[in-house]
Structure formats: C-alpha cells, structure tokens
C-alpha cells in the first residue's frame, strides 16, 4: 500500500514531527508484518527518526545543520542560491524505514518520525510505502 500526505512548513528550516500521520497511514495499510519505508519527494528536505519527547532537540538540528553547512559558499548558489539546504537535505537523505508488526511502527519509546525542512515555508509531499 502506498499513500501521499502534505505537510505545510512555516519557517525556512524546521523539524516537524510526522509521526502520527505515518502511524496512521500504516493502520490502514492492515499489515500484520512488514516494512513502512516514508519517502520525502523534494531535494531539499529530509527524513530522520530520533528524539521525539524533546522540542529543543529538533532547533538542535537546524543549529548543527547550519553549523556544517554555512549560506551562500556553495556552487549550486549560482544556480538558485540554496545550496546549502540541498546539502543538509542528502546528508540526513530522503527516506527512513520502520519495522511494522500488528499494524503498528515499532518505533522505541523515544523516537518520532520528523520531516526537516531545509528550504521552507513550502507545501511538502510525503510518500508512505506499506508492505
Ligand atoms: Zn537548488
């Protein structure tokens, strides 16, 4: 089973917590065992599952993203001049995988699925692969 949601950002980089709609999405995948694999379909945004219970960790990863990848000293600037949050973007990567079992994510206590957005405020579309 395959299915899309969008998620709107509001600032230039964020980390917004997707886990409930994923979680719901697999419930309706009524898999008993299997993989969930979420798929963003944009260059300049990413996935990662971690730390889910404390806010200030997702601006730790905007300020350590910024920290690796400074504005404005990159190639790809002269193209359309956000080439940083490309960089940011294939470093984390597209995609993370969850092990489902009983039509649940076995996700640990503590981890939470995020999109990061490195190039916002835009609509992102996000692809959910159940099977
Ligand atoms: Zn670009």
């Known amino acids: ?19 409930r709609q994923v979680a719901e999405a697999v419930a309706r995948a009524r898999l008993d065992e299997g993989i969930c694999t979420v798929f963003v ?21 905007v300020t350590a993203l910024d920290r690796l990848f400074p504005q404005g000293i990159w ?31 076995r996700l640990g206590t503590w981890q939470g699925i995020a999109l990061v957005e490195c190039d916002g405020p835009r609509e992102r579309e996000i692809l959910v692969d159940v099977r």
């Open 41 to 61: 379909r944009h260059a300049t945004a990413a996935i990662i599952i971690n730390e889910n219970a404390d806010p200030a960790f997702r601006s730790d990863v």
């Open 1 to 19: 089973m395959q299915e899309t949601f969008r998620v709107k950002t509001r600032k230039s980089q964020e980390v917004v917590d997707i886990t």
């Open 75 to 105: 190639e790809h600037d002269k193209v359309d001049d956000n080439g940083a949050a490309h960089l940011k973007a294939a470093v984390l990567g597209p995609s993370e995988a969850v092990p489902v079992q009983g039509g649940r994510l």
